[in-house]
C-alpha cells in the first residue's frame, strides 16, 4: 500500500543534541512538508519542498534543516538551536501539478526533550 | 494575514445528536477548504475538500460541509454522532496557485454515550 512512513515514532533527546527524524513517501508525491503540531495551536509549517534538491522556509523554520536529495525522502533535523523541541512532527505529501492542496500525512514523530 | 479560525477548541455532543464545529476563513480570493480528522498519537486524514464544484460537500463517515462565500464559513456537520467520532479536528484553507495550508487551531470533539 502507498503512503508515508515516518520513524521514529517516539523520539527522546538530551538538550544540545541534534536528531533526525525520518520521512520516506510511495506516493510518486513531488511535494513535501514538515509540520509541528502543539496543544492548542494547530499545526505550523516549518519547510517544504515542492521538488528534489529544492527547499523553502516555512513559518517556524528557525533551530531545523532539512534536505531533499530523493523524491521519496524528506529527512528533518532538529539541532540544537531550537530552543524549544518537545513536540509532535507531521510529515505530508501532495501532488505537484494540478494540486488542489489535499494533503497526506504520515503517523508522527513524537520527539520529548530531556 | 490569511488565517483559519475554529470556533471552540472543544466540543462535547451525546451520542445520537448533531455535530457542528464551527470554521471561518479570512481570504480576499476564492479557496480550497478542508476538514481533516486526528486521533490520538496518529497523523491527520482528509474527511472532506471544497475545490469550488459544489457548496456541499459530503465526506467520509457521513460528515460535511457547507461552503458559504458570504459569512467566510465552512462548519463541519453529522446528523448524529458515533462514539467513534471522538477525534480531534482540523479546519484548513489553501489558496489557489499556492503550496502552503494554513491550519486552525483545532477542535477536540467528545462525545458521551
Known amino acids: 500500500d502507498g503512503g508515508i512512513t515516518q520513524s521514529p515514532k517516539y523520539l527522546f533527546r538530551k538538550e544540545g543534541q541534534n536528531v533526525t527524524l525520518s520521512c520516506e513517501q510511495n506516493?510518486?508525491?513531488?511535494?513535501m512538508y514538515w509540520y509541528r503540531q502543539d496543544p492548542g495551536q494547530g499545526l505550523r509549517l516549518i519547510y517544504y519542498s515542492q521538488i528534489v534538491n529544492d527547499f523553502q522556509k516555512g513559518d517556524i523554520a528557525e533551530g531545523y534543516s532539512v534536505s531533499r536529495e530523493k523524491k521519496e525522502s524528506f529527512p528533518l533535523t532538529v539541532t540544537s538551536a531550537q530552543k524549544n523541541p518537545t513536540a509532535f512532527y507531521l510529515c505530508?505529501?501532495?501532488?505537484?501539478?494540478?494540486?488542489?492542496?489535499?494533503?497526506?500525512f504520515g503517523e508522527g514523530s513524537r520527539l520529548t526533550v530531556l | 494575514a490569511q488565517s483559519v479560525t475554529q470556533l471552540g477548541s472543544h466540543v462535547s455532543v451525546s451520542e445520537g445528536a448533531l455535530v457542528l464545529l464551527r470554521c471561518n476563513y479570512s481570504s480576499s480570493v476564492p479557496p480550497y477548504l478542508f476538514w481533516y480528522v486526528q486521533y490520538p498519537n496518529q497523523g491527520l486524514q482528509l474527511l472532506l475538500k471544497y475545490t469550488s464544484a459544489a457548496t456541499l460537500v459530503k465526506g467520509i463517515n457521513g460528515f460535511e460541509a457547507e461552503f458559504k462565500k458570504s459569512e467566510t464559513s465552512f462548519h463541519l456537520t453529522k446528523p448524529s454522532a458515533h462514539m467513534s467520532d471522538a477525534a480531534e479536528y482540523f479546519c484548513a484553507v489553501m489558496y489557489t496557485g499556492g503550496f502552503k495550508t494554513i491550519f486552525g487551531a483545532g477542535t477536540r470533539l467528545f462525545v458521551k454515550a
Open positions: 505530508a505529501s501532495s501532488y505537484r501539478q494540478g494540486n488542489t492542496g489535499e494533503l497526506f
Open positions: 506516493l510518486n508525491h513531488d511535494a
